[in-house]
C-alpha cells in the first residue's frame, strides 16, 4: 500500500468541482471510507467528473464507497466514476449512493437532490459487509441514478449473501453480481 488513511471521517473526501482524479493502492480504516460529497449543498455547484478509484482496502468503515448528495435543488452532476479492484472488510456500507442526505431534517426536509449521477462503474469488488445490506442505492425520485454499472461484486454478510437495495436506480450488471443486482434498466 502506498498510503494508510485512519480518521474519525472520510479518508478522502471529493469534494464539488473534482475532475480528473485517480486514487489508487490506499488502506482506509477506521473511518468513513472514499466520499464523493457531500454535493449539492448549494443550487450552483459544480459537478465532479472523471474520478477513478482503484487498487484500495477498506477495513471496519462506515462506508467503502459512497456518492452523498444533499437532498435538495441543485444543478450539480456525478460523472464518469470508476471503483476498481477493491477489498471490503467487515464494512457497513460497502457500495452506497445516499442522494437523500439531510441530518436532523435540516435545510432540506420533503425536498429531493438535483444533483444528476451517472455512468458509475463498481468493478472487482469483493468482501465483507458488516451489515446485511451491502449495496445501496438511494437515489433522487426526481433525477434517478442512471447507467450503473456491476461487474463482478461478491459481497457477503456473515459468510453468507448479503443484500441489496434500490430506489430510482438505473443500471445494468455482468459477471458474478452478489447480492443480486437490485438495478432496473
Not at 485512519?6 to 466520499?35: M, Q
Not at 484500495?56 to 464518469?80: D, E, I, M
Not at 451489515?131 to 459468510?159: Q, R
Request: negative net charge.
Amino acid at each position: 500500500m502506498n498510503s494508510r488513511v485512519g480518521t474519525g471521517d472520510d479518508c478522502v473526501s471529493i469534494g464539488p468541482g473534482t475532475s480528473n482524479l485517480w486514487i489508487e493502492n490506499i488502506e482506509c480504516g477506521p473511518g468513513h471510507g472514499i466520499s464523493i460529497g457531500s454535493l449539492g449543498w448549494e443550487l450552483q455547484e459544480p459537478g465532479v467528473q472523471n474520478v477513478t478509484v482503484k487498487s484500495a482496502t477498506f477495513t471496519g468503515t462506515q462506508n467503502g464507497v459512497r456518492v452523498k448528495t444533499w437532498a435538495r435543488p441543485s444543478n450539480g452532476f456525478v460523472k464518469y466514476i470508476l471503483f476498481q479492484h477493491l477489498v471490503m472488510v467487515n464494512v457497513e456500507n460497502p457500495i452506497i449512493i445516499d442522494q437523500n442526505y439531510c441530518p436532523d431534517d435540516h435545510n432540506c426536509p420533503n425536498q429531493v437532490s438535483g444533483v444528476k449521477i451517472s455512468d458509475v462503474t463498481y468493478q472487482d469488488i469483493h468482501g465483507s459487509s458488516a451489515t446485511e445490506t451491502a449495496m445501496k442505492f438511494d437515489c433522487s425520485k426526481g433525477n434517478p441514478c442512471n447507467d450503473i454499472t456491476l461487474e463482478d461484486v461478491k459481497l457477503t454478510y456473515k459468510n453468507e449473501p448479503a443484500h441489496s437495495s434500490c430506489i430510482n436506480a438505473i443500471g445494468k450488471f455482468s459477471g458474478l453480481v452478489e447480492p443480486n443486482s437490485c438495478l432496473y434498466n
